[in-house]
């Protein structure tokens, strides 16, 4: 395939699906947002990445690689056995990975094709808030911000794609944004979360119109404030009401509440869907 090429009506990783005979209608909704193969789900210890990789065997997924740092696996280790336990037909594995380490990544990418023998799914949730006002922030927190928010979810989706393409089968990357991507947090500061955020969105128009001719979508979801151990510290709280005070459904979500969005990009029902970011905030961006 050209080196910038857009995809083709006939390439058949790109194609309408042809549909499957003889379907009763609950069959044909089934498969509508049916999830198939293995995926990587970064930040997959993490309050929301968790909650996404349970939707995904929820939908069928046969195989998940969850991504994150040592810490995380230890405090989530009974949520982490409750999934297993409710899937034990998937096969589950982990990786101890930095996202902004790049052999790292390679490396853990590598290994996990091997072990489940394909990546067809990448969910990229790692990151982190690195709170602090901008006169104040040192460049250190600043680039930490930007490594493993940004940074990381290229290196992810760059080891991911590659797998992709060496399979021939295409895939779908979903990468997680925020409503600081669009606007500031105040009275939170968080200048290097939002512009890490904003970056991201442009990150997936341009993995989205690169890969489209493997057969790769890349979209990404845009959360609101959601219930999570990111949200709960003291200081996120002033943010929190004020986000509250502006947002129409009137509360924070739950992470069970950006599953079937996430399920959306992943399933039959998103084919025709790359490139967009899909704000899932109760409407905060309204007012
Ligand atoms: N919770 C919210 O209100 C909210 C809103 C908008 C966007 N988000 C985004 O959603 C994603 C998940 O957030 P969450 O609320 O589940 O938070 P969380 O803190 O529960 O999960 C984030 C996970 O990322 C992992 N992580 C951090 N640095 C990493 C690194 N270098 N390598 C690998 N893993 C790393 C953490 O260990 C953690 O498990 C984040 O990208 C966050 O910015 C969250």
Request: aromatic fraction near 6%; proline fraction near 6%.
């Amino acid at each position: 395939m050209a080196y910038n090429a857009t995809s083709t009506p006939t390439n058949p990783l790109t194609a309408p699906l042809p549909p499957t005979p003889n379907l009763t209608p609950a069959e044909r909704a089934t498969e509508r947002f049916s999830v198939t193969g293995n995926a990587i789900v970064t930040g997959g210890a993490g309050g929301l990445g968790l909650e996404a990789a349970r939707a995904l065997l929820e939908h069928g997924l046969k195989g998940l690689c969850l991504f994150d740092i040592a810490s995380s696996f230890t405090a989530s280790r009974a949520a982490l056995q409750t999934l297993s336990d409710t899937f034990p037909e998937a096969k589950i594995i982990e990786e101890v990975v930095d996202v902004a380490d790049e052999g790292a990544v390679q490396a853990a990418v590598e290994r996990t094709a091997e072990a489940l023998g394909s990546v067809d799914v990448l969910l990229c949730f790692a990151g982190i808030a690195g709170s602090a006002p901008a006169v104040d922030m040192s460049l250190e927190l600043w680039q930490k911000v930007m490594d493993i928010n940004l940074t990381g979810s290229w290196l992810c989706a760059k080891y991911a794609a590659k797998e992709m393409i060496k399979q021939k089968t295409g895939g779908s990357i979903v990468l997680v944004s925020s409503v600081a991507g669009y606007k500031s947090l105040f009275p939170l500061y968080a200048p290097a979360y939002s512009v890490s955020k904003s970056a991201v969105i442009g990150l997936t128009t341009n993995l989205a119109a690169e890969w489209a001719q493997h057969g790769i979508r890349v979209n990404c979801v845009c959360p609101g404030y959601m219930e999570t151990a990111m949200t709960s510290v003291p200081r996120a709280q002033p943010g929190i009401q004020a986000y509250i005070d502006r947002t129409p459904l009137g509360r924070i979500g739950q992470p069970s509440e950006l599953a079937g969005p996430v399920v959306m990009f992943c399933s039959p029902a998103g084919r025709y869907i790359t490139g967009v970011s899909i704000m899932v905030n109760g409407g905060n961006h309204t007012i």
